[in-house]
């Protein structure tokens, strides 16, 4: 149980709670709600230790084992499936372990007692999921999205956001009775947005996760903890239910707000007017008193609303941009570029409003990237329209920030930089307005960036991109760690922005209402979309039952529903979680692309030339399954004979034919992953 008493907790000169009373039951799934900056992330540091309660009390179990995300950007050359089995402490911890009790073993091999505490390290070490630790670290990276031919690529390899993922899958795999989770979702896209919900609502232990995702929080949790005002209050419901429960509470409080405001009216006026009278001031006194006992209503504070628009942009090039015969993608030092998109012939018109499709890695950001000019075409050409001023905004990218800088001095860079070239006033007072606008008032434009919450960095980059009052919006995930109202503040911004704007999101309701037409970016091209939201999720569920079928006719298992985070999959399980359709499960029917009978045409040739080349692969595939197999069965024999009473001679025999055995049957599944990576990749 966590309980919080009267607990009071600041950051520098700011009350996060004041007074917070709350308690949460073992496993019970919390969902940690609140304002960008309420103090949601600084409740995680009470939580996990690295901040004490500044009053009050604050207890928990002290033999609860912490599962966390970590937030630092891993930098490291172990492989993703190692880095993510180092997840597991505790496996870690009785590896070197048994690697100690080996060590007295070889030295002492006749000590009856250290043969007993061999068989014990190997006894733990097995009940603690040795055996099955690397399949289970598997199942978690390409339940989080990753390819099977990723799973032995370097840490380092990866992109920020992806990195990420590694480490939310290390938290995962850390066996816990604690799970804190802080927006989790945010480098997440709608298929792995999926398996994550399947899989915490599998977990068993206390969860506390913070999310600005509805949808997400409804899914995984059954209580929400909101905090606001400094105070913080548990409501037994999903976020759905609490918005529910809230509204009612407001009304309920806001009516005996109004009551009590007409009782102390009214005893103020019967003090008023008796005090000096001789004869009825002891009642007046004793109504003084009742006033100063009453325990007061606090008054509804509204919410503070937040609302900002961009400015009109001074000229409108027209076309914006024009894009022909290219070839986007990255080059690469010593191999030949790696291309990702061809073909590319598109132009973009003033005043056009186009959502960016496509499932995770096909280059979505690719295309934007390049159009920002990140990084060059490979081929072909992109030309820009005459006084093209663009506002790029790439959530991975908050980093653009300076930690030790304030946002005034972010502003007076920014004015420097571009002063006359935005129009703009750049003296200090009118950077403070514009800032204040931004709702960074007060101490807050003097706050180091480091030290301001997810929300409030990403705030201030929307604020800087407004300033420089672009007319061709990029915005790659803006939404990612804002609250809802400045989501819905971003909405109504740019439905009323003149310029262009092109927006990648996987928030289908900033989509749908500031988007009205769609390019998709899948196969290699950008294409346009012919249709909306919902031909785009039915898109989406052909292009997984697609890449099903193929995965079918390369020979492995059929998808299987979402896996289970306690159980180890099986191996071909591991195929089968990468292929989860999207959630648009919803839907029904089917849309085909353009050309659908000349397409199967060539879907079915190309099937056939497959089928040849896989034959072999398969075949080994098929043998390396069954020695498995048979490992697997010994091992569980092994097992059992050591769970009966043995001479110490005959369990250190045991324990170590056991560990042969599990070290075959690592290489043999290293060996089935390669196999299944190349299988994947002939299906490409
Ligand atoms: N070291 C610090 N010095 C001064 N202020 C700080 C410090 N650390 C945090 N704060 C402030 O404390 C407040 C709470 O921060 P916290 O990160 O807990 O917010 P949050 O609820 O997690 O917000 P978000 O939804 O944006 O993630 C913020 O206004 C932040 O600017
Ligand atoms: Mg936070």
Not at 146 to 166: H, I, K, Q, Y
Not at 358 to 382: C, D, P, Y
Request: proline letters at 4%; hydrophobic letters at 40%; a negative charge.
């Amino acid at each position: 149980m966590i309980t919080l008493k009267n607990v009071v907790l600041r950051r520098s000169a700011k009350v996060l709670l004041d007074g917070a009373t709350v308690t949460l039951n073992p496993g019970e799934k919390v969902g940690l709600v609140g304002r960008n900056g309420a103090g949601k992330s600084t409740l995680f540091a009470l939580f996990n230790g690295s901040l004490h309660e500044d009053g009050g009390d604050f207890s928990m179990p002290r033999q609860w084992r912490l599962a966390q995300v970590a937030q630092n950007m891993p930098e490291t050359d172990e492989s993703a499936t190692d880095f993510v089995v180092g997840g597991d402490t505790r496996l870690l911890e009785l590896r070197q372990k048994l690697a100690a009790v080996e060590a007295a073993y070889e030295d002492n091999p006749d000590d009856a007692e250290i043969g007993m505490e061999l068989a014990h390290a190997y006894t733990d070490l097995a009940d603690a999921g040795e055996h099955d630790a690397v399949p289970r670290a598997q199942a978690l990276i390409l339940g989080l999205g990753f390819r099977v031919a990723e799973l032995d690529s370097p840490v380092n390899s990866f992109s920020g956001g992806w990195r990420m993922r590694l480490q939310l899958a290390r938290a995962l795999m850390c066996p816990s009775d604690l799970l804190l989770l802080d927006e989790p979702t945010n480098h997440l896209d709608l298929d792995a947005l999926v398996w994550l919900e399947a899989w915490l609502q599998k977990y068993a232990g206390t969860m506390i996760v913070i999310s600005h995702d509805r949808e997400f929080l409804d899914a995984v949790t059954d209580v929400t903890l909101h905090i606001a005002n400094a105070q913080l209050t548990r409501y037994g419901g999903n976020y759905s239910k609490f918005e529910d429960m809230r509204a009612l509470q407001m009304e309920q409080q806001q009516a005996a707000f109004a009551r009590q405001q007409d009782k102390i009216a009214h005893l103020q006026k019967f003090i008023d007017r008796f005090k000096a009278k001789a004869s009825k001031a002891k009642q007046a006194q004793s109504r003084v008193k009742a006033l100063e006992r009453m325990e007061k209503v606090a008054p509804l504070l509204a919410e503070a609303e937040f609302s900002f628009e961009f400015k009109e942009p001074g000229h409108i090039p027209n076309p914006m941009l024009s894009i022909t015969g290219a070839s986007f993608g990255y080059t690469q030092e010593e191999a030949p570029p790696k291309t990702i998109l061809t073909g590319v012939n598109r132009s973009v018109q003033g005043g056009q409003r186009i959502g960016i499709l496509g499932a995770n890695g096909q280059g979505k950001s690719t295309l934007v990237k390049t159009i920002a000019r990140e990084m060059g075409a490979l081929a072909g050409t992109v030309t820009e329209g005459k006084g093209l001023n663009i506002g790029y905004f790439a959530q991975q990218e908050l980093d653009v920030l300076h930690p030790q800088s304030n946002p005034l001095e972010h502003m007076v860079r920014l004015a420097r930089e571009l002063g006359a070239a935005a129009r703009e006033s750049t003296s200090e007072q009118s950077l403070r307005g514009f800032l204040g606008s931004f709702n960074f008032s007060g101490d807050m434009v003097k706050q180091p960036v480091g030290t301001m919450s997810g929300g409030e960095k990403a705030r201030l980059v929307l604020a800087m991109m407004v300033w420089q009052r672009p007319n061709l919006l990029l915005l790659d995930e803006p939404t990612n760690h804002l609250d809802l109202a400045t989501r819905e503040a971003l909405a109504v911004a740019l439905n009323e922005f003149e310029g262009t704007l092109m927006l990648v999101s996987h928030d289908r309701a900033l989509l749908r209402s500031v988007c009205d037409e769609f390019w998709l970016v899948g196969r290699g091209e950008v294409k346009d979309f012919d249709g909306d939201l919902d031909d785009y999720q039915r898109y989406l569920l052909d292009e997984a039952r697609r890449q099903r079928e193929e995965a079918r006719l390369a020979g492995q298992a059929p998808a299987a529903d979402a896996p289970a985070p306690a159980t180890a999959p099986s191996a071909p399980d591991l195929i089968a979680q990468s292929d989860q359709p999207a959630r648009a499960s919803a839907v029904s029917g089917s849309k085909s692309g353009a050309n659908p009978q000349e397409q199967r045409k060539q879907d079915a040739q190309q099937r056939q030339q497959l089928a040849g080349r896989l034959k072999p692969v398969k075949a080994e595939l098929d043998k390396a399954e069954k020695r498995m197999a048979a490992l697997n069965a010994e091992k569980t024999g092994l097992e059992a004979r050591l769970a009966t009473p043995l001479e110490p001679a005959e369990i250190a025999e045991a324990g170590r034919r056991l560990k042969a055995v599990g070290d075959e049957l690592n290489t043999l599944e290293e060996r089935w992953l390669e196999l299944s990576g190349q299988i994947e990749a002939l299906s490409a």
